[in-house]
């Protein structure tokens, strides 16, 4: 059961401005191709797999949303448009919410008011976690838990002090290969590594 958690550094939590900024150097649009990539394939979608969405651009606290293929409701069809209202739909939902507080949207989609650091830092003490880096370690030669975690940013490149903290906290880079791809490519070729890993 993978879990994709990507870092939208440039995304707004307010849905209104959230949609405005599709097509805009936010770049919000790749979070539709991110949903794809992680969660749907042909004919249906995948069960095991989480993907967390954690938009900074925000006046109080990052939002996580968190799809699970296993609880996934209706999306309302598989079109950028579409996918992109299921986001402002559970930013919408999550207006308001306190410091780590989590609410569940109609359709299934967990909202929490909780920063990505935060969120790493919760997870590296149950499961391994990768972070995705080019110069990291090829994934061809590394073992990969059913389980494991896996973190990206958007177009906006992760801190470097947070990079630092990350390894500190025992998650380990690794690479896909020499070219720089868009996350929604990553997390495509990372399931089908798993895919052939545990499906054969
Ligand atoms: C569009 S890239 C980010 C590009 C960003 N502007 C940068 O220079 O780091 C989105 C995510 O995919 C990851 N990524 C892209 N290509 C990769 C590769 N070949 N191996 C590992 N991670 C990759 C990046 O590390 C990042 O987390």
């Known amino acids: ?41 042909s004919k249906g979608h995948r069960e095991d797999t989480t993907l967390s969405l954690v938009l900074e651009d925000s006046l109080d606290f990052s939002r ?5 293929g296993a609880q996934l409701g209706n999306l309302g069809g598989t079109t950028e448009a579409a996918l992109l209202k299921v986001i ?50 090829d994934i ?15 177009h906006i490149p992760m801190p470097k002090k947070n990079f630092k903290a990350m390894v500190r906290q025992g998650v380990k880079k690794i690479s896909l290969g020499p070219v720089m791809l868009h996350a929604s490519q990553c997390i495509s070729i990372i399931q089908n590594e798993l895919d052939r890993r545990y499906m054969s």
């Open 88 to 137: 402002a739909d559970s930013l919408q939902f999550a207006k308001g919410l306190g410091k780590e507080v989590s609410v569940t949207t109609p359709i299934g989609v967990r909202a929490t008011a909780i920063s990505f650091e935060h969120l790493v830092k919760a997870k590296v003490l149950e499961r391994q976690v990768f972070l995705l880096d080019p110069k990291g370690d």
């Open 1 to 41: 059961m993978p879990e994709f958690i990507v870092r939208a550094r440039a995304a707004s939590t307010d849905p209104a401005h959230f949609l405005a900024s599709v097509g805009t150097g936010a770049h919000v649009e790749y979070l539709a191709q991110i949903i794809v990539s992680a969660l749907l394939i």
């Open 64 to 68: 996580c949303l968190t799809l699970q």
């Open 140 to 154: 061809r030669t590394v073992d990969i838990p059913v389980d494991a975690v896996f973190l990206l940013t958007d």
